[in-house]
């Protein structure tokens, strides 16, 4: 959840979010007041200064647009493990399921003189590899980066962060966000998926925009990042798509001034 969270911080903070300020303004408003109206209110083209011929501007993206763009990008799950039977028979089928069932991948094949498991201990497997897979199934793992920046499902800009692409609402978006897989996809998906989790992201990625304005103007008080890793500010100052690596930003830092 959090490796999201920041994500999103900093592409609204520090990154795309520069020039679409209405972005965090939106997140900063949901975290102050969460509620289903608020999750997906959209300013019109005239509230945000838009031309009225102007279909949709980027500055009209709701709170669950612009999640729904976090979770495309920088999904907290980056592969999804799905176990398949291969077997012709029912009794093949049953007797692998139970396999399957106390298949334990952490578990190590004990030597007969290590004694590290006692004689009838559940880890005691000096006769099978128990990290190996029963016969007729197969792990078949689904890349969830690449499946969402897939230019023929999301366009050329696939690697951009752009919570327009999700307005307007037509059957087409629908269609798109069906095809995110942040949480899994059916029948077997994360049961935080419609609610819970896209609001809690956009609660606290609004509460930390919330921490930075304090009780100055959003935009009077100076605050930038700063890294020892230089590759890592230039990837910033481009607007690159940030990385996804766990340890990626951890020397990045937050600097304030007045």
Known sequence: ??????????????????????????????????????????????????????????????????????????????????????????????????DLENYDPDRRIASDTDGSHPEGSERDNSTMDPTAMPTDWRMIAADVVACQRNVDIWGVRADEFNPQRWIPWTEERKDMKKMLLAFGSPPIECPAKRVFAPWMIGILVGALLRGLQGEANYRTRFWRLDC??????AALRAKKRLRLERDVYDDLELVGSF
């Open 1 to 98: 959840m959090w490796r999201i969270v920041l994500r999103l911080f900093l592409e609204v903070r520090f990154v795309t979010g520069v020039d679409n300020p209405e972005w965090g303004t939106a997140l900063m408003e949901f975290a102050k007041t969460p509620t289903e109206t608020q999750f997906g209110k959209r300013q019109t083209p005239h509230e945000t200064g838009a031309n009225d011929s102007q279909d949709c501007s980027p500055r009209t993206a709701s709170v669950n647009e612009t999640v729904l763009e976090a979770l495309r990008l920088y999904p907290p799950t980056r592969r999804i493990h799905r176990a398949y039977n291969w077997g012709s028979g029912s009794e093949t089928r049953n007797h692998s399921m139970g």
């Open 228 to 233: 020892p890793d230089k590759k890592v500010m």
